[in-house]
């Protein structure tokens, strides 16, 4: 179950953040609310909570999850773990938003199999800003190949995510929340109106104060609302 105090506190430093970085006329950083190993009532109590994002990390959990859900008004299911291309089909049957497009290839198989009539799909590229070898995503330097993705039909493109460092180091950490932000304006530069990019999906339970700072307007928040991982 979602600790109401925590969240309370998560919701307050927010705000200090966005203070200090004079963004109150921006509108509200959402919370995504990270419910992987947690039960499906944990994803009930973040909906009671007023939370409306939630995040999950595998197909194959959520698969096991998501059934025993009742109708949870405006709740949106993102997918925010590493999706293989040959998984793309189950998730855009279970998930509304898919944050964690890494890859051209797995951008286009999505784009493919998000043509049916009437779909209204939202998505983020996800960038490995720090260059980590550990982790998935687009090259931030690699711009035509981003522009390329940008371009694909059906996949509702919105923004961009990143994971930032994992390092006690708050200037590195810093550094890849800044350039995911710097990124986005570059892009957006190449792209009409109606196409810019608007959300920046940034920090989490040990460093979204830092994002909501550098501009994050999604910070994923799984423990610090949760409590530790049941598994």
């Known amino acids: 179950m979602i600790n109401l105090d925590a969240l309370k506190s998560v919701q307050e430093r927010i705000e200090v953040a ?12 959402q919370i995504v609310a990270i419910t992987k190993t947690f039960p499906a009532s944990a994803i ?9 994002n939630i995040g999950e990390n595998r197909i194959q ?5 998501f059934p025993h859900l009742p109708d949870l ?16 089909s189950k998730a855009i049957k279970l998930f509304d938003a898919i944050d964690s497009i890494g890859s051209l290839k797995l951008a286009r198989r999505l784009s493919m199999l998000m043509a049916e009539p009437h779909s209204n799909y939202e998505s983020l590229l996800q960038v490995n800003t720090g260059q980590d070898s550990a982790k998935h995503g687009f090259h931030p330097e690699k711009i035509e190949t981003l522009l390329e993705a940008l371009e694909l ?22 550094k890849t929340f800044q350039k995911l932000r710097q990124l986005k304006e570059g892009l957006n ?30 910070v994923r928040i799984g423990t610090a609302l949760f409590g530790q991982r049941q598994q």
């Open 44 to 52: 009930e109590s973040a909906h009671r909570a007023g939370i409306k």
């Open 153 to 174: 039909k059906n996949l509702g493109i919105k923004g961009l995510m990143t994971i930032g460092e994992f390092t006690s180091d708050e200037r590195t950490i810093r």
């Open 189 to 218: 530069k190449h792209l009409p109106e109606e196409s810019q990019l608007i959300e920046l999906s940034m920090g989490m339970s040990s460093d979204y104060e830092i994002a909501v700072e550098e501009g994050a307007t999604m």
């Open 73 to 88: 008004p405006r709740l949106k299911k993102r997918l925010v773990g590493h999706l293989q291309s040959n998984k793309a």
């Open 18 to 29: 966005r203070a200090l970085a004079n963004r109150e006329h921006e509108p509200p950083v």
């Open 61 to 65: 959990e959520a698969s096991q999850k």
